[in-house]
């Protein structure tokens, strides 16, 4: 895999950013759709994303998502606690 690429500091307003293959530190987000396709890792730290931002997930990004859905959903209270334990939530919490 190759090295994923740096952004620090920089400001992103009214763009589109694949997410995936890059490492965010201190940036700030305006306007902008996040999209994360699941193709490689990427890493955000200490970031500020407006509320005004959207998340987009595709590919096999979306199609995990789903999968997740439908066991949160459809698998009753132990497809719950799956997800909930995958995720690292804790039972009843709103975090």
């Known amino acids: 895999m190759a090295d994923l690429v740096e952004h620090i500091d920089e400001t992103f307003t009214g763009e ?3 997410l995936d293959g890059k490492i965010y530190k201190e940036c700030a ?4 759709i996040l999209v994360f ?3 490689a890792p990427f890493t955000m730290t200490g970031n500020m994303v407006d509320v005004t ?4 997930f595709e590919g096999a990004a979306a199609l995990t998502a789903a999968a997740m859905k439908s066991i949160y959903h459809g698998f009753g209270e132990e ?4 997800i909930q334990a ?3 939530i804790a039972p009843n919490s709103t975090s």
């Open 86 to 88: 995958t995720l690292g």
């Open 29 to 32: 987000f305006v306007e902008c």
């Open 79 to 82: 497809g719950k606690k799956l």
């Open 16 to 18: 589109t950013i694949v």
């Open 37 to 39: 396709r699941g193709e």
């Open 53 to 56: 931002c959207r998340w987009r």
